[in-house]
């Protein structure tokens, strides 16, 4: 549907009045609002962005707006993200807790007629305006109680709450002044008596001497145990359980974007997309990353259909995707762009049909429905074209280029609700000229020029919802510390105070933060800076940042605001950077931002769970051999790089073992080198320890190694002459090797599996240049190997769990079969083909204690719980993008899955699939 097609099916139901909390000392400025919202005629469902103003009855007359930027109406240039479910969403107007809101000034109900105007996008359409406009009713009116007079208010108009802790002074009210009775639950706050206002067992026995217990008869208590010993002690009997349902969630992942400058930052209302860029060879970057300020982490964006390497570009956020476009890289202007959907974590490309020429140091707005592009530097010369993208329709139409003002690069550009502002930048000189380009009718026309600041370039901008704040920049006569204020429509300017600005700079940046602007880094006549200030319009006046725990100085960098704190993030220093911090503004403070998050991006790696960590070490990202690893400790969601002292040459595919105190490497590829060498890292110290070598097997990869509680059972894998069929079994306490023996031991083979039954390890299945389905068990006490029956045809690239009776195999080749194995018995049960997934390989398996999960290489899987021979398949909501050759571990609640490849990206994230959990339902006769 169209966007034109959708305003027409967009209705607007008012649910609930709009309400207000009772009168207190000051009245919350919050306005409570419920709405409903279809598309085509269907409720929608998901996450939606709106933007609300308060405006006069004729709509010409903004009062109020969600980020203040509204001015006569017109639609705000932020909006609020809401989840909407089955049409339904409520907000409250006013909550400065919300991203993107402002608090809702009491004299808006001054006014004796006021509407609520909304604007909604369901992230494919765009922004629509609601129709009709919704009056107020008095109910809003009540806020203007904030201004009773002195002694208006008197014990007969005080609601139930509105005297407490806070207003008197202490014993103010003793017993003596209590009647009877007169403080009951009514009139005592949610949580205001806790147990230390409560002798110890004064509610036991209070409830004990009314013949009552803490749960009345009739309530339930739910329980993780089926057999809940004390709560069936206690008289409860089980009358029911609970499905809660399967779950992926993102846990801490990766480390922050590799070291970068001249990039773009978008901010989604929840987090911060940074992409691109240049490196310290000034080459052109295709990566990105997602800042999670409530988590404090990273996740990678995915580079598959991303857009090519490129820097000096621009990107705008449309409330449901990022789109970047133009730029250049080595020397080649861009006029190519993609959209990045945060939602699924992909990229559509942007149409070059009818698109603008190429260009970098360009500027670009969001409309609310469209980006416009103007300016910037083309392949010859400096640009005074533009172009409008429609992401709906994916098109493009040029901007007009009569009126308009003259070519530039580096200047600004703001978005007022109905004109982009263009201001400043360089022409071959430094500019203080500019233009207003109307939307709705297709013309520029020049802005105003008397009292403007001096011409310059890389200066910052940004709009208050009443006017345009230039500060800074360079002219010829150098870094500039001074700026003004423009007035649109009225076309005035007023110069900025000089007292406590910042010190002069260029490439700095600024954030518009609802009540004022603030500067911060850049480049000025000594050098990188690493300060700021704040500017407030309300008093004219500037005050400086905390410099205490500030980042690092630097230029070229980015900032979002994200309603609460400024995020700066990487730029250029003495080199390019990988940091940057958090400014809370209320509280003058800054956080640096996570910058050593979990391992990098990668495959073919080896992982462990420890009881408590993840553990991760070495693989490869394609380029080179990676030698390095990390801890994850899931109770803290935190990432511990492990140390580079000591550890083992890189490679990838090879093998590890956890032994309950150590982590064990061995074997695997570095580069073309076969290696038959490997550490240990020992948890409690944080350090590596090199194995004997003497007696060692051969080198090779994709072997099995499995640990027994006293030793690492090496076998098979490939060496650099051939499959192999030899092994060998290292004993830590004595730091040494021996071979296993040959007789009846599997044929020679690569790719098979290994698990270790307490007593035996089953080697099983695998590859010598044809699938096998066969194996053997290897008995290290006796020194025995023992054939297998054969039941299942060959494959590699399968998985395999133990249950603590049955070995189960599943997959491989992209087969969709599997089979118990019973080692008791020597005979196999094959698996239900009932809701099995999908065939495929290269996929992970867990044993949970009650099913194995299956999962990959696809964003599919399944769980099969062999007490019923039956599988159910795992969420698709929320679950990692498709991929190969990564690993998964149990933690004893969840699954873990970290790293691999979907055959051009290579991840680094982590996430955490929880199954379906039962809670019983235990009631009280």
Known sequence: MNARAMARFLTLLLACALGLAPLAAQVPPLIQYQGRVTVGNVNFDGA???????????????????????????????????????????????????????????????????????????????????????????????????????????????????????????????????????????????????????????????????????????????????????LLAAGYVRVGQLDLGDAWTARASGASPSARAAHTAVWTGAEMIVWGGRDATATGLASGARYHPATDTWSAVSATNAPSARHQHTAVWTGADMIVWGGQNLGTTLNTGARYNATINAWAPVSTAGAPVGRYQHTAVWTGAEMIVWGGVGSSANLNSGGRYTPG???????????????????????????????????????????????????????????????????????????????GGSSLAGSLADGGRYAHPAGTWTALPGSNAPSGRDTHVAVWTGDGMLVWGGFGPSGVLGSGARYTPAGNTWTPLAAANAPVARGFHSAVWTGAEMIVWGGFGTTTLDDGGRYFAAADRWQALPKAGGPSPRTQHAAVWTGSELIVWGGTNSTVDLADGARYDAATNVWTALPASGAPAARSLHSAVWTGSELIVWGGLSGSTYRNDGAVYRRSTNTW????????????????????????????????????????????????????????????????????????????????????NTGARYDPAAGVWTSMSVFLSGRSGHSAVWTGNEMIVWGGDSLADGARYNPQTNAWIPLSAAFAPSGRDRHTAVWTGREMIVWGPESTGARYEPAADRWNATTLVGAPLPRISHTAVWTGSAMLVFGGTDGVAFFGDLQAYTPERIRYLYGRP
Do not use: C
């Not at 208006?152 to 008197?168: D, H, P, R």
């Open 48 to 230: 939606g962005q709106f933007k609300f103003a308060l405006v006069d009855s004729t709509g010409t007359v903004t009062y109020w707006s969600n980020n203040g930027s509204s001015t006569a109406g017109s639609q705000p240039t932020a909006a609020v993200a809401l989840t909407v479910t089955k049409g339904l969403y409520a907000v409250l107007l006013g909550d400065s807790a919300l991203a993107n809101m402002t608090a809702v000034p009491s004299s808006v109900f001054a006014q004796p007629d006021v509407r609520l105007r909304v604007w909604f996008n369901d992230g494919v359409n765009g922004f629509q305006q609601l129709t009709p406009d919704q009056r107020v009713a008095a109910v809003g009116y009540a806020m203007v109680g904030g201004t009773v007079p002195d002694g208006a208010v008197t014990s007969a108009k005080l609601a139930n709450g509105a005297v407490g802790t806070a207003q008197l002074g202490n014993a103010v009210v003793t017993s003596a002044n209590v009647a009877a009775g007169a403080v009951g639950s009514t009139q005592l706050a949610a949580g205001a008596v806790g147990g230390s206002q409560l002798a110890s067992g004064a509610v036991a026995t209070a409830l004990a001497s009314a013949g009552q217990s803490v749960v009345p008869s009739g309530g339930t208590i739910l329980s993780a145990s089926g057999t809940d010993a004390a």
């Open 393 to 471: 329709t994916n098109s493009w139409v040029a901007l007009t280029t009569a009126s308009a003002p003259a070519a530039r690069s580096y200047h600004t550009a703001v978005w007022t609700g109905s004109d982009m502002l263009v201001w400043g930048g360089t022409g071959g000189s430094a500019l203080n000229s500019g233009g207003s380009y109307n939307v709705a009718a297709g013309t520029w026309s020049a802005l105003g020029t008397s009292g403007a600041p001096t011409a310059r370039q890389a200066h910052t901008a940004v709009w208050t919802g009443a006017e345009m704040i230039v500060w």
């Open 689 to 772: 320890l090199a194995l004997a070598s003497s007696g060692a097997p051969t080198a090779r990869v994709n072997h099995s190694a499995v640990w027994t509680g006293s030793r690492m059972l090496v076998w098979g894998g490939t060496s650099a002459a051939s499959y192999e069929a030899v092994g060998g079994q290292y004993v830590r306490a004595t730091d040494t090797w021996s071979a296993l023996p040959t007789l009846n031991a599997p044929t020679p083979r690569a790719g098979q599996t290994a698990v270790w039954t307490e007593r035996e390890m089953i080697v099983w299945g695998g590859n010598d240049g044809s699938p096998l």
